[in-house]
């Protein structure tokens, strides 16, 4: 029963763009928060951007602070994350997962709220 789906991976050069889509399902409109996280190999977890139900309220990692862009229009739409000047460290498999409750600044962050995740997506991104 698949309840959240990335799309949108893809291979590109330093310095290019990417909208990852995660598109969201009649168990996961109900989310108070939709959070994208990324992991390369060999690393852990670690969290990239959020955004609220109603995407009012939005949350970055400094890591992308300033090159990504979540939004979502409301609560039945996908969620996207638009990724500009991409750098070889942003290459990972980039998840999008929900959570139940709400969250804001580091609490954001931590995987432990978020209960469905999805399969993910390979971002590459060659120097």
């Known amino acids: 029963q698949v309840q959240l789906v990335e799309s949108g991976g893809g291979y590109v050069q330093a310095g290019d763009s990417l909208r990852l889509s995660c598109a969201v399902s009649e168990h996961t409109i109900t989310s108070a928060v939709i959070g994208w996280f990324r992991q390369a190999p060999g690393k852990e977890r670690e969290f990239v951007a959020a955004?609220?139900?109603?995407?009012?309220?939005?949350t970055y990692a400094d890591s992308v602070k300033g090159r990504f862009t979540i939004s979502r229009d409301n609560a039945k739409s996908p969620v996207y994350v638009y990724m500009h000047n991409l750098k070889p460290e942003d290459t990972a498999v980039y998840y999008c997962a929900s959570s139940p409750t709400y969250c804001s600044g580091y609490r954001c962050y931590e995987p432990t709220i978020y209960r469905r995740w999805g399969q993910g997506t390979q971002v590459t991104v060659s120097s």
């Open positions: 955004v609220s139900r109603t995407g009012g309220t939005t």
